[in-house]
């Protein structure tokens, strides 16, 4: 028997296919569960352009994506099952890089260009923020470079994770210093686990 919760869920996926098709969603989303909590997943046609930790608050993020991006937003997961396939694998420990298409109009000028960096960090590896503003093509701007870090709006996908201080200590973190840690615990264990085999 049908519960009023199924039916409810059937017609928000017949919307959400139907409103595809016509062309009216301009940003996708859904959640995923994940060893450091519920993550949102945001995606526009050129492709993934947000994710966001649950201290981000899922529904603010959302209105800000509504403000800057476009109105057009929908929950639809199918929409998004490649990143969620991705981020799984990662979490396994099978996945060391991502291959899925990425949307930085969030980001602009030396903000983009560390984001872009930022991906060339090995699983595993970290840098510190004076490597990284060095790496973009300006040795003073470490404090910018942090900020970079602190306003990535692709965290995990975009490893701003690996960034640390100079002394080695962990900074801040937009998921929270635990997740950060998590994170490079995570990474070091693995790709120590992955060299070995």
């Known amino acids: 028997m049908r519960t009023e919760a199924d039916t ?4 928000r996926g017949r919307l959400a296919e139907e409103a595809q098709a016509e062309g009216l969603i301009d940003v996708a989303y859904r959640t995923i569960d994940s060893p450091i909590g519920s993550l949102l997943l945001a995606a526009t046609d050129q ?14 993020v959302l209105e800000s994506l509504a403000s800057t991006v476009s109105p057009r937003i929908l929950r639809t997961p199918a929409r998004l099952d490649t990143a969620a396939r991705e981020l799984d694998q990662y979490f396994e420990g099978r996945r060391w890089r ?29 840098e510190s923020y004076t490597e990284v503003a060095a790496a973009v093509g300006n040795p003073k701007a470490v404090r910018a470079a942090g ?4 306003t990535n709006p ?6 701003c994770h690996r960034v640390v201080r100079s002394d080695g200590s962990f900074g801040n973190y937009l998921g929270g210093v ?20």
């Open 178 to 197: 635990e997740t950060k840690r998590y994170l490079l615990d995570f990474e070091r264990r693995t790709a120590i686990a992955g060299s070995a085999r």
């Open 147 to 150: 900020t970079a870090c602190a």
């Open 47 to 60: 492709g993934l352009v947000r994710l966001a930790f649950a201290n981000e608050d899922h529904d603010v």
């Open 98 to 126: 991502f291959d899925l298409p990425l949307d930085f109009r969030l980001s602009r000028g030396f903000r983009l260009s560390v984001l872009e960096h930022l991906v060339q960090i090995g699983f595993g590896a970290t």
């Open 8 to 11: 409810l869920e059937k017609l």
């Open 154 to 159: 692709l965290p995990v996908i975009v490893p």
